[in-house]
């Protein structure tokens, strides 16, 4: 049964398209009373495209954009097939994979998808890898990142690290590391209304701008993140110009060290609309070498997807950016500076961490504990305890409350939790027992009894 039958598009959403597109519109409109495509992409980590044909008995259309995509019959249960389970394919709408292409992935690379889950282009990335580089797969969303999980282990991806952090955390880590980096970034999901009918009963006028505003900060963020002579792929499954040529057109605005990377001239792929972007934009023009995939122009759903490079940087330029740089070896002046301090504070002499030295009563306490010590024929673990006991509690710059020791009474274990002070007994227990254990909390001493 048809998308049109089942449900009825925006009465808002329609009218913009058709003031879009014009002469086009009754063939976009009409799109929609066609039946769905399905799609599935076999994984080259396990099997190649032609020993899954020869595998398979499904009657398979290669995807021209996709060198591992097909398209499928609508009655093939593909979800269910022990080959899917087994990782041999995963199942993933045609106009979909047409990002990861633009990305021109080698193997080798440091690649980041930036908003990955629930994992569809991320175990797309991770074939092109071959088993080398890397791929970091984040999501800000936790619930999410299960399913991406889920989807990499069935996939058999290895060399991937999967993150759930803020975008705005990652760049200050990830400055200038990636090679390659894909933003399939959230939208108003215009594009997908033929597909998933909920999304279109959901969709709300406003979502443009909310969006909008989402993506600009996402792909700024990302941008910080690929290394000179990388490239960036910005993708949506919209047809709004506000989510895409004008985030576009904004973005090389701000960063003149960035510039499109044409799109191929594929079957059914549309440039990109300039004229879709409000005067004021010093680069919109630019924006044509941007890809549109329109339901009514090829066979798949709706998409937009830029490949943006970076510039290489000017010869004898540092090729690292300052935070990743190594730190200067501490040669002889930081010691004579180390020297010049302490001549300047006569009464602060260092030990070795800034603290200043202990006095004579001090010294002759802990030397006292010492011998005390080898007179019982303790073990280096317990002097090591004792010394630290017997510090004065006002001494250095950070004092320390005294370590306590715990007595071992007969029937309980080294590690009790509950002590007295000093060497006293606790719940009737000999006051000279034959063993002390002490434990150390997190604060430097033994939890109060």
């Known amino acids: 049964m048809t998308f049109m039958a089942e449900c009825s598009l925006p009465q808002a959403f329609l009218l913009h398209m058709k003031e ?22 076999v994984n080259p980590l396990k099997i190649s495209p032609a020993a899954f044909r020869e595998l398979t008995e499904w009657e398979l259309k290669p995807i021209p954009w996709a060198p591992e995509g097909f398209y499928y019959e609508e009655g093939v249960r593909p979800g269910k097939h022990p080959h899917y389970h087994a990782g041999l394919y995963y199942i993933q709408e045609p106009s979909a994979m047409a990002p990861v292409e633009l990305l021109d992935v080698q193997p080798g ?9 629930p994992g569809g282009k991320t175990t797309q990335l991770a074939g092109k890898l071959q088993g080398t580089g890397l791929v970091a797969a984040n999501d800000i969303h936790s619930e999410r990142v299960k399913a991406l999980v889920k989807n990499l282990e069935l996939n058999g991806v290895r060399e991937a690290v999967v993150l759930n952090e803020d975008p705005a955390k990652l760049q200050e880590a990830f400055r200038g590391y990636f090679d390659r980096i894909l933003i399939d970034a959230p939208c108003s999901g215009e594009g997908m209304f033929r597909k998933e009918e909920e999304m279109a009963k959901a969709w709300q006028e406003d979502w443009t701008e909310k969006y909008a505003s989402m993506q600009r900060v996402l792909l700024r963020q990302a941008a910080v993140m690929l290394k000179p002579g990388g490239r960036l792929v910005y993708s949506t499954c919209t047809f ?18 960035f510039e499109i990377a044409p799109a191929p001239e594929l079957p059914g792929f549309a440039p990109g609309r300039p004229d879709w972007v409000p005067a004021g934009s010093a680069r919109a023009a630019e924006t044509a070498g941007a890809a549109r995939l329109w339901p009514h122009r090829l066979a798949g759903e709706g998409h937009f997807a830029a490949a943006l490079r970076r510039r290489e940087a000017p010869e004898g330029a540092a090729r690292w950016p300052r935070s990743l740089r190594r730190r200067p070896a501490r040669g002889p002046a930081f010691g004579e500076a180390a020297a010049a301090r302490r001549r300047r504070a006569p009464g602060r002499e260092s030990r070795g961490c800034g603290r200043p030295a202990r006095g004579a009563g001090a010294l002759r306490g802990r030397v006292a ?18 010394r630290r006991a017997g510090r004065p509690a006002g001494a250095g710059r950070h004092p320390r409350r005294p370590a306590r020791l715990v007595p071992r009474q007969r029937g309980e ?15 009737g ?5 034959r063993e002390f254990h002490g434990r150390r909390s997190a604060r430097g001493a033994l939890p109060e009894g």
């Open 240 to 257: 709004s110009p506000e989510e895409n040529e004008q985030i576009i057109a904004g973005f090389l605005d701000e960063h003149p060290d």
């Open 413 to 427: 274990g080294p590690l009790r939790a509950l002590a007295c002070a000093g060497h006293g007994a606790s719940r």
């Open 369 to 386: 504990g010492r011998r005390a010590l080898r007179q019982r024929g303790a073990g280096p673990a317990r002097r090591a305890r004792v």
């Open 109 to 117: 690379h440091r690649v980041l998808d930036l908003c990955a889950a």
């Open 20 to 41: 879009l597109l014009g002469e086009e519109y009754p063939a976009f409109e009409a799109s929609y009373g066609e039946d769905r495509l399905y799609g599935l992409r």
């Open 429 to 433: 227990g000999s006051a000279a027992p």
